[in-house]
């Protein structure tokens, strides 16, 4: 978190949605942050690849973090 690398701004970019829909939260006690977009299709609906929005994590993958 004090590197200052994941961000609202980076939440949206990866994920193509504008940045005051991501809901960013830091919690520093833990090292961690928690980020929440809206959904495209809703829960369950025809076209819907993730019924729980849990699996979404594969473009944080590639965020580098500086030591």
Not at 5 to 26: C, K, M, S, W
Not at 31 to 51: C, E, M, Q
Not at 58 to 67: F, Q, V
């Amino acid at each position: 978190m004090s590197a200052g690398v994941i961000t609202p701004a980076l939440i949206a970019r990866l994920y193509g949605v504008a940045q005051d829909a991501v809901l960013f939260t830091e919690y520093p006690p833990a090292l961690a942050w928690k980020a929440t977009i809206p959904r495209r299709i809703p829960s369950g609906a025809v076209g819907d690849t993730d019924v729980y929005g849990a699996q979404q994590h594969a473009p944080l993958l590639d965020i580098e973090i500086p030591r």
